[in-house]
């Protein structure tokens, strides 16, 4: 008993470990953000875009809507 209280064992904290669903839903949501960065990526190139105007963020938003993203 005094081996565990002096080593301090009884007063560390223990870490709290990420659960599997956590993990899962935490790359669900990232490759999900990774395919929409792709999509808008792919909007800008293909039209040549210098700066964002609403009329581009509307058809971003539609494309991203239309695909589900």
Do not use: C, W
């Not at 999900?32 to 808008?40: E, G, H, P, S, T």
């Amino acid at each position: 008993m005094a081996n565990v209280l002096t080593s301090g064992a009884r007063l560390s904290v223990p870490t709290k470990k990420t659960s599997f669903l956590a993990l899962l839903l935490r790359v669900q949501i990232n490759s999900r953000q990774r395919r929409a960065d792709r999509v808008v990526e792919e909007y800008i190139a293909t039209h040549g875009l210098q700066n964002l105007s609403d009329d581009a963020e509307r058809s971003i938003n539609r494309l991203l809507f239309e695909r589900g993203q």
